[in-house]
């Protein structure tokens, strides 16, 4: 997933990868650490990719 988000579980503080997919489509994310599904949105932490990254 070269354009992933880091995001942080809520329920565990452990971070993670999701597609940005997720937050546009307002998909749960699932941690695969504690199983918690929630929205992106409530995540404790999210760490979009770089507009920059992406220009090629």
């Known amino acids: 997933m ?3 988000m880091r995001v942080v579980c809520p329920g565990c503080d452990q971070e993670f990868l999701v597609s940005p997919q ?3 489509l307002k998909i749960d994310a ?6 918690k599904e929630f929205p ?10 770089s507009p920059m990254l992406l220009v090629k």
């Not at 699932?30 to 199983?35: G, I, L, T, V």
């Not at 992106?40 to 990719?49: H, L, Q, Y």
């Open 40 to 49: 992106v949105a409530e995540a404790k932490k999210i760490v979009r990719p």
């Open 2 to 4: 070269a354009s992933s």
């Open 30 to 35: 699932k941690c695969p650490f504690c199983d």
């Open 22 to 24: 997720f937050e546009r």
